[in-house]
């Protein structure tokens, strides 16, 4: 290549010691391991989504029924259809 296609970019100032220089005080650290406002989840909704898992399954819905959502809900959904499964097993079902 030829050098003049080199010109036009700024090499060798990606990384100095006032790295994020300029930036607000209102960045959140990313190794202090706070979530992300879309993985808050509060103990209410984890509390639903167990009674919409048990419901689903005392409607009948098959397991792959839960829907789209946050992983802690998803878990939650799941152990709610388990439990169902569980309070009204005869014993028959392998």
Same mark, same amino acid.
Request: proline share 5%; with cysteine; hydrophobic share 35%.
């Given at each position: ?16 010691? @006032? ?14 391991? $706070? ?6 989840? %509060?103990?209410?909704? $984890?509390?639903?989504?167990? #009674? ?19 992983? /802690? $809900?998803?878990?939650?959904?799941? /152990?709610?259809? /388990? ?5 009204? %097993? @005869?014993?028959? #079902?392998?």
């Amino acid at each position: 290549m030829n050098a003049p296609d080199f010109r036009a970019m700024d090499l060798g100032h990606e990384y100095h010691d @006032n790295d994020g220089g300029g930036m607000d005080d209102n960045v959140i650290d990313a190794d202090r391991g $706070l979530p992300a406002p879309e993985d808050v989840v %509060t103990s209410q909704q $984890l509390e639903e989504a167990f #009674e919409e898992g048990y419901q689903a399954a005392a409607d009948g819905q098959p397991e792959s029924a839960c829907p789209v959502m946050a992983g /802690k $809900l998803c878990i939650q959904w799941v /152990k709610g259809w /388990k439990r169902y499964h569980e309070m009204n %097993t @005869n014993g028959d #079902e392998a």
